[in-house]
Protein backbone atom coordinates (compact mmCIF):
# COMPACT_ATOMS: atom_id res chain seq x y z
CA UNK A 1 0.00 0.00 0.00
CA UNK A 2 1.23 3.65 -0.64
CA UNK A 3 -0.98 5.25 2.17
CA UNK A 4 -1.08 3.76 5.57
CA UNK A 5 -5.06 3.58 6.91
CA UNK A 6 -4.82 5.38 9.80
CA UNK A 7 -3.66 8.24 7.75
CA UNK A 8 -6.31 8.06 5.17
CA UNK A 9 -8.97 8.25 8.22
CA UNK A 10 -7.12 11.21 9.60
CA UNK A 11 -7.60 12.65 6.23
CA UNK A 12 -11.38 12.23 6.51
CA UNK A 13 -11.94 13.51 10.10
CA UNK A 14 -10.12 17.15 9.06
CA UNK A 15 -12.43 16.93 5.85
CA UNK A 16 -15.63 16.93 7.81
CA UNK A 17 -14.59 19.85 9.62
CA UNK A 18 -15.38 21.79 6.05
CA UNK A 19 -19.08 19.80 5.98
CA UNK A 20 -22.25 21.79 5.44
CA UNK A 21 -24.29 19.75 7.36
CA UNK A 22 -26.91 22.23 9.04
CA UNK A 23 -29.98 20.20 8.24
CA UNK A 24 -29.31 16.48 9.24
CA UNK A 25 -26.20 17.91 12.16
CA UNK A 26 -24.81 14.55 10.64
CA UNK A 27 -21.24 15.48 9.14
CA UNK A 28 -19.53 13.56 6.99
CA UNK A 29 -15.95 13.67 6.24
CA UNK A 30 -13.85 11.59 3.16
CA UNK A 31 -10.43 10.70 1.79
CA UNK A 32 -9.39 9.22 -1.40
CA UNK A 33 -5.68 7.84 -2.19
CA UNK A 34 -4.51 7.34 -5.53
CA UNK A 35 -2.48 4.48 -6.59
CA UNK A 36 0.15 6.76 -6.52
CA UNK A 37 -0.11 7.94 -3.12
CA UNK A 38 -2.31 11.16 -4.01
CA UNK A 39 -4.64 12.59 -1.55
CA UNK A 40 -8.16 13.97 -2.25
CA UNK A 41 -10.92 15.03 -0.14
CA UNK A 42 -14.52 15.96 0.83
CA UNK A 43 -17.21 16.45 3.08
CA UNK A 44 -20.95 16.24 2.69
CA UNK A 45 -23.12 19.98 1.44
CA UNK A 46 -26.03 19.59 2.51
CA UNK A 47 -29.14 21.92 0.76
CA UNK A 48 -32.62 23.29 1.87
CA UNK A 49 -33.91 21.19 -0.92
CA UNK A 50 -32.93 18.08 0.90
CA UNK A 51 -32.82 16.43 -2.36
CA UNK A 52 -29.62 18.63 -3.93
CA UNK A 53 -27.94 17.59 -0.43
CA UNK A 54 -23.89 15.59 -1.57
CA UNK A 55 -22.57 12.60 0.27
CA UNK A 56 -18.76 12.96 0.85
CA UNK A 57 -17.32 10.55 -0.57
CA UNK A 58 -19.01 12.20 -4.45
CA UNK A 59 -17.88 15.46 -3.56
CA UNK A 60 -14.21 13.24 -2.77
CA UNK A 61 -14.16 11.30 -6.51
CA UNK A 62 -15.89 14.64 -8.11
CA UNK A 63 -12.72 16.47 -6.15
CA UNK A 64 -10.23 14.28 -7.25
CA UNK A 65 -11.99 13.85 -11.17
CA UNK A 66 -11.42 17.74 -11.81
CA UNK A 67 -7.76 17.50 -10.85
CA UNK A 68 -7.06 14.67 -13.43
CA UNK A 69 -7.52 11.48 -11.32
CA UNK A 70 -9.13 8.68 -12.52
CA UNK A 71 -8.02 5.54 -10.48
CA UNK A 72 -8.34 5.19 -6.25
CA UNK A 73 -7.05 2.52 -3.98
CA UNK A 74 -9.09 3.25 -1.13
CA UNK A 75 -11.57 5.28 0.35
CA UNK A 76 -11.70 6.56 4.55
CA UNK A 77 -14.98 7.56 6.10
CA UNK A 78 -16.02 9.11 8.82
CA UNK A 79 -19.38 10.61 10.33
CA UNK A 80 -19.32 12.98 13.49
CA UNK A 81 -17.68 12.02 16.29
CA UNK A 82 -15.56 9.01 15.13
CA UNK A 83 -19.33 7.44 14.41
CA UNK A 84 -19.05 4.92 11.41
CA UNK A 85 -21.01 5.90 8.22
CA UNK A 86 -21.26 3.75 5.60
CA UNK A 87 -21.15 5.12 1.89
CA UNK A 88 -24.68 5.33 0.71
CA UNK A 89 -25.66 2.97 -2.15
CA UNK A 90 -25.29 5.78 -5.15
CA UNK A 91 -22.06 6.49 -3.67
CA UNK A 92 -21.34 2.71 -3.64
CA UNK A 93 -21.95 3.00 -7.42
CA UNK A 94 -19.64 5.89 -7.97
CA UNK A 95 -16.60 4.42 -5.99
CA UNK A 96 -17.15 0.90 -8.15
CA UNK A 97 -16.80 3.56 -11.45
CA UNK A 98 -13.41 4.63 -10.55
CA UNK A 99 -12.18 1.68 -8.26
CA UNK A 100 -13.50 -1.52 -8.22
CA UNK A 101 -10.85 -3.17 -6.24
CA UNK A 102 -10.48 -0.19 -3.84
CA UNK A 103 -10.74 -0.91 -0.04
CA UNK A 104 -13.26 1.14 2.20
CA UNK A 105 -11.92 2.57 5.55
CA UNK A 106 -13.92 2.95 8.72
CA UNK A 107 -14.12 3.80 12.00
CA UNK A 108 -14.63 0.87 14.05
CA UNK A 109 -14.34 2.01 17.63
CA UNK A 110 -10.55 2.72 18.80
CA UNK A 111 -9.62 0.24 15.49
CA UNK A 112 -10.14 0.60 11.65
CA UNK A 113 -12.09 -1.51 9.76
CA UNK A 114 -11.07 -2.16 6.22
CA UNK A 115 -13.70 -3.26 3.66
CA UNK A 116 -13.58 -4.60 0.26
CA UNK A 117 -16.04 -2.27 -2.21
CA UNK A 118 -16.91 -5.49 -3.85
CA UNK A 119 -18.02 -6.59 -0.93
CA UNK A 120 -20.24 -3.56 -0.04
CA UNK A 121 -21.38 -3.60 -4.33
CA UNK A 122 -21.25 -7.07 -4.90
CA UNK A 123 -22.07 -7.85 -8.73
CA UNK A 124 -21.85 -4.44 -9.44
CA UNK A 125 -23.07 -2.30 -12.53
CA UNK A 126 -20.35 -1.12 -14.91
CA UNK A 127 -18.94 0.11 -18.30
CA UNK A 128 -18.03 -3.43 -19.09
CA UNK A 129 -22.00 -3.74 -19.11
CA UNK A 130 -22.53 -1.34 -21.14
CA UNK A 131 -19.48 -2.26 -23.62
CA UNK A 132 -21.63 -5.92 -23.94
CA UNK A 133 -24.32 -4.42 -25.73
CA UNK A 134 -22.34 -2.19 -27.96
CA UNK A 135 -19.40 -3.49 -30.52
CA UNK A 136 -17.38 -4.96 -27.48
CA UNK A 137 -15.71 -2.08 -25.92
CA UNK A 138 -16.06 0.42 -23.25
CA UNK A 139 -16.88 3.63 -23.63
CA UNK A 140 -13.72 5.24 -22.89
CA UNK A 141 -11.90 2.22 -24.89
CA UNK A 142 -13.70 3.43 -28.27
CA UNK A 143 -13.02 7.05 -27.88
CA UNK A 144 -9.63 6.10 -27.94
CA UNK A 145 -10.11 4.53 -30.93
ZN1 LIG B 1 -23.58 8.63 -0.36
Avoid at 17 to 26: E, M, N, Q, R, V
Avoid at 101 to 121: C, F, K, N, Y
Amino acid sequence: MTFEPADLLAAAVTARALAYAPYSGFSVGAALVTPEGRVFTGENVENASYGLSMCAERVAIYNAVSHGERRFAAVAVTGPDGLRAMPCGACRQVLHEFGPAMQVILPDGDHLRIVPLSALLPEAFGGGDLAAASNGAAPAQREAR
